[in-house]
């Protein structure tokens, strides 16, 4: 099945995309899929012959742009500047979206000339002669130039009737000016309303401008996640190491990976061992010892001793590019969230424009004067004039993040919202979620003849020589021991690291094994203690105690899963841990269902299955193998303690690095979208409930004008009550 993917322009709302989809389905044999959200067209063409510029050609005819994206390109080196992290246009190139830079021109000019017009019309000091004068010239270059797109796609949409938000704002914004370039040349100007034009086509502008960030910042995930891995590769040749980019890698090649490097691609190991942290990809916390016929994986870290690795799969093969694939499919499908405005605005716009122009000609009809009549037909059209439309979301959006940002929680954009309130089940991430993602000492079992301190000062001698994160553990809680100044770690010589068994080292003289596999555990001596986190110390080859370490639960996550369950939330723990470790974090924070022992492709098939089993499903993750699951997801939710990856590609960002703050997502999230649809509904109904006196003749323009800003004021005072929302951490006493 041929396939093909392109980037569309000029959509300015979900009907717009749902229209290019309707097109492109209609072409016999082909199956399209046109995403608003990320503003790229996916066809399926089966075997019919039908080429990108056939499908280009089928857009473009509908007024919008479409052109075939790039070819990834090799990752950049890092930058420092603040460029390619504002989202506004491609983080890889360097480069401003162009729509992006002239929505903001058009934003600035706009704002800059309405502010005064402002001013003039509604403080009556500033009400001199011939202000109206001003007022026409500083307004109508935001009328035509500012609200041009609308303009534009009310234009376009007329074309194929349709009606869409655009039209709103065109046809309202057209009536005001029209009226008052009537009044100002017919009376000098007694009842214009010039400020209400401009103020609706820059409040309009605004919550584009704002919109359009948001959509753009949706592709990097995908760009964080393809330059996670490697630039460049020791690859061996006759014998010696020539470093080159790691796109010139081939199935087959060997190359070397030392210690602290990232794994170039998938492969084998051939020679050497060393401990690999996985936790990027993975979730595991603890690094796994490797050696000789072992696999590994690209973009991993090499935590220890030299390796030979043979290349196993390369590109679009690797393990890497495969998630990549799995976040951008996830993004894709996601159901397309169209705005309550536009939803209403189907049947809104279209009937008061018919009733705008049947008043125009009833009052004709009955004999009264043109001038009557068209001021009838023109009240409703004001009354009907989408300020207090245009302002319902971005007010109650600003306000909302504004205040989450004060706690923690970054809400991506108004589409997230919807999905709140049906949700019903929390996925939960163990690793550097539920958990610290930090290994800590858990347990000290000595054995016959030594004590606690005994064994965890011998430890602690021989693995300050290492750099793995079980050492560093056993060496912290010693130097943290007793005393302000702690304990100097005892001198060891002789350090040796044993492939596959752990370290050992000469200390007081006698030989000191951490490992496992060094010495004989006596029977029964280690009953109950987890394989898997647990090395022994042994002393001249004599078993002298155990230590266990373990992913330390974050100390805000039994409450946060608490308070999960007190909205009604179901949770569920979701890692690739064991399901022994799985289970006692899932007992401590108060988790009944867990899913252990989960790859990255097993986490987005998770979410998959609780969705078609009729779920609603939030994710809360934090790292690189999370990605997937929270675009997957109907609310993605990323710790802001985690990876670029996860936080791109998630809904929500948690930017405490507290469990707690994914309560208050919710909660705020919540409130944010019942605000909205208040603010939706009032809108609506102040201008609704005075059409019909508008219509009858007992409402003029002015009046009709004083009752669209009444609106407005009950949109933004509505919005502001959310600075009021508190924090779970504040309604518990500032815990």
């Not at 959509?11 to 503003?39: F, H, P, Q, W």
């Not at 203690?529 to 105690?545: F, I, K, Q, R, Y």
């Not at 993605?636 to 936080?647: E, H, K």
Request: glycine content about 10%; overall charge negative; proline content about 4%.
């Amino acid at each position: 099945m041929a396939t093909i993917d392109l980037d569309i322009t000029g959509m300015t709302c979900a009907s717009c995309a749902n229209r290019i989809e309707r097109k492109l389905n209609k072409i016999d044999g082909v199956s399209a899929s046109v995403n608003y959200a990320t503003e790229k067209a996916h066809v399926d063409s089966g075997d019919v012959p039908v080429t990108a510029a056939d499908v280009i050609a089928t857009v473009e005819k509908l007024g919008y742009g479409a052109t075939v994206p790039a070819p990834p390109r090799a990752a950049a080196p890092a930058r420092d500047d603040a460029a390619g992290a504002t989202g506004d246009g491609d983080p890889a190139a360097g480069a401003e979206d162009p729509e992006l830079r002239t929505l903001r021109q058009r934003l600035t000019g706009a704002v800059v000339l309405t502010v005064p017009v402002m001013l003039i019309s509604m403080i009556p000091l500033l009400h001199f002669p011939n202000r109206q004068w001003i007022c026409l010239t500083l307004a109508s270059p935001v009328y035509v130039w500012a609200g041009w797109p609308f303009h534009r796609a009310t234009l376009l949409n007329l074309r194929h009737g349709q009606v869409t938000m655009d039209t709103l704002i065109s046809v309202g914004t057209t009536a005001a000016y029209l009226w008052s370039l009537y009044a100002l040349f017919s009376d000098g100007g007694a009842h214009i309303y010039l400020e209400s034009t401009a103020a609706v086509v820059t409040f309009i502008l605004a919550g584009r401008y704002v919109e359009k960030r948001a959509k753009h910042r949706a592709g990097d995930a995908l760009r964080a996640l393809t330059e996670l891995g490697a630039r460049d590769v020791a690859v061996i040749r006759d014998g010696r190491e020539v470093r080159v980019p790691v796109d010139d890698l081939t199935v087959g090649a060997r190359f070397v990976v030392r210690p602290g490097e990232k794994i170039a691609t998938d492969g084998t190991v051939v020679d050497g061992a060393s401990a690999v942290d996985e936790s990027m990809l993975t979730g595991e916390s603890v690094p796994r010892e490797v050696g000789p016929g072992d696999t590994v994986t690209g973009a991993t870290v090499n935590a220890g001793g030299r390796l030979v690795v043979e290349a196993v799969r390369v590109g679009r093969e690797t393990r890497l590019a495969q998630m990549a694939r799995l976040v951008e499919e996830a993004q894709s499908g996601k159901a397309r969230v169209q705005r309550l405005a536009d939803r209403v605005s189907t049947w809104f716009v279209p009937t008061v424009i018919v009733l705008a122009l049947a008043t125009l000609a009833v009052w004709l009809l009955t004999g009264a004067a043109v001038e009557q009549a068209f001021t009838a037909g023109v009240a409703v059209l004001i009354i009907a004039c989408p300020c207090a439309l245009g302002l319902a979301t971005p007010t109650a959006l600003l306000v909302g993040t504004g205040r989450g940002a004060q706690m923690g929680v970054l809400i991506r954009g108004p589409e997230v919202l919807e999905s709140t309130r049906a949700v019903d089940t929390v996925v939960l991430d163990k690793t550097g979620t539920v958990t610290t993602g930090r290994m800590a000492l858990a347990d000290v079992r000595p054995a016959a003849g030594y004590d606690h301190d005994d064994v965890l000062r011998l430890a602690a001698a021989v693995e300050a020589s290492s750099e793995h994160p079980v050492a560093r553990a056993v060496v912290d809680v010693w130097t943290a021991g007793s005393g302000a100044d702690g304990r100097d770690v005892p001198v060891s010589t002789g350090f040796r690291n044993v492939p596959g068994r752990g370290v050992e080292a000469t200390v007081d003289g006698r030989r000191v094994t951490v490992g496992r596999g060094f010495v004989d555990v006596p029977d029964g001596a280690v009953e109950g203690v987890p394989v898997d986190t647990t090395v022994h110390v042994g002393v001249d080859d004599t078993w002298a105690g155990c230590l266990t370490v373990a992913d330390t639960v974050r100390p805000d996550s039994a409450q946060a899963v608490a308070e999960l369950r007190g909205l009604g939330l179901r949770p569920v723990l979701l890692t690739g841990d064991n399901a022994r470790v799985a289970e006692a974090v899932g007992e401590a924070v108060g988790i009944d269902d867990v899913i252990s022992g989960v790859m990255p492709e097993d986490k987005v098939d998770t979410v998959r299955r609780l969705q078609s089993g009729g779920a609603v499903v939030a994710v809360i993750g934090d790292g690189v193998n999370d990605a997937a699951a929270l675009a997957q997801a109907d609310l993605g939710l990323a710790m802001g303690t985690g990876t670029d990856v996860a936080i791109e590609a998630a809904d929500l960002t948690l930017v405490r690095g507290d469990l707690r703050a994914a309560v208050d997502a919710v909660r705020l999230a919540r409130r944010t979208l019942g605000t909205i649809k208040a603010n939706l509904f009032w809108a609506f109904a102040y201008n609704v409930a005075a059409i019909p006196l508008a219509a009858l003749g007992l409402l003029d323009p002015m009046i009709a004008g004083l009752a669209m800003a009444l609106s407005s004021v009950f949109v933004v005072t509505n919005s502001l009550r959310l600075r009021g929302f508190r924090s779970v951490v504040d309604d518990a006493g500032r815990a």
